[in-house]
């Protein structure tokens, strides 16, 4: 069976600072991995994904995300914060036909002046 | 990347009455799918929708409650029966992309009930 954790419902930071979001998978054969973000009122839209090729993967934004096979980790990162990235973050994990994806409960990302 | 329409975008709706959710998609997929994000919450997997068949319910959620319909490859519709005020979520569709190493996901329709 396949779950997903996301540590924090809520992070705040300040504008520059680093951002990190936590994601803890369980997975019960090889995992794809996939980050979305869903602004206020929208849909979700993918920012970046792991499926088995290189562990650290770049996405949109200037976000990225390393894939840690013995920490069971996908966590996002990003340098620097900007204000518009303000807005929730959501882990999936996708078994390996990627038509079951399994959501993680979201991390609400702040960013302060 | 599929662009991916909803309507309506949002809806107040009586208990006891059943709203139907129209999916748009502006090229044919063979899978679309429906989810439920709750006040607060994550999304869940309501069911698949393949074309010409019926659809495939994930556990807790039956198909008098949540008829699905997948006339052609560019659309589907979800119905909401007999609604009640947990029934009040946000309810989104979603395509397998073509190669399938993700989903793209509508915008979601607001759903109310009082």
């Known amino acids: 069976a396949q779950s997903v954790t996301q540590l924090g419902s809520h992070v705040s930071v300040s504008e520059g600072a680093l951002v990190l979001l936590r994601c803890n998978y369980s997975?019960?054969?090889?995992?794809?991995l996939f980050w979305y973000v869903q602004y206020p009122n929208q849909g979700l839209q993918l920012l970046l994904k792991?499926?088995?090729?290189?562990?650290l993967v770049k996405g949109i934004n200037g976000f990225e995300a390393e894939f840690k096979k013995s920490e069971t980790s996908f966590h996002l990162t990003k340098p620097s914060a900007h204000m518009s990235d303000a807005a929730e973050y959501f882990c999936?994990?996708?078994?390996?036909?990627?038509?079951?994806?399994?959501f993680g409960s979201g991390t609400k990302l702040n960013v302060k002046p | 990347s599929a662009v991916i329409s909803q309507k309506p975008s949002r809806d107040i709706c009586q208990r006891g009455t059943s709203l139907t959710i129209q999916c748009q998609v502006d090229?044919?997929?063979?899978?679309m799918f429906w989810y439920r994000q709750q006040p607060g919450q994550s999304l869940t997997l309501i069911a698949t929708?393949?074309?010409?068949?019926?659809?495939?319910?994930e556990s807790g959620f039956v198909i008098d409650k949540f008829p699905i319909s997948r006339p052609n490859l560019t659309f589907s519709t979800l119905t909401v029966s007999n609604m009640s005020p947990e029934d009040s979520s946000i309810y989104l569709c979603?395509?397998?992309?073509?190669?399938?190493?993700?989903?793209?996901f509508g915008p979601g329709t607001r759903l109310t009930v009082l």
């Open positions: 929708a393949n074309q010409g068949s019926e659809a495939t319910y």
């Open positions: 792991y499926t088995s090729a290189a562990t």
């Open positions: 999936a994990v996708s078994e390996g036909n990627f038509n079951k994806f399994y």
């Open positions: 997975s019960s054969v090889p995992p794809y």
């Open positions: 090229s044919q997929v063979t899978m």
């Open positions: 979603s395509v397998e992309s073509d190669p399938a190493n993700e989903q793209f």
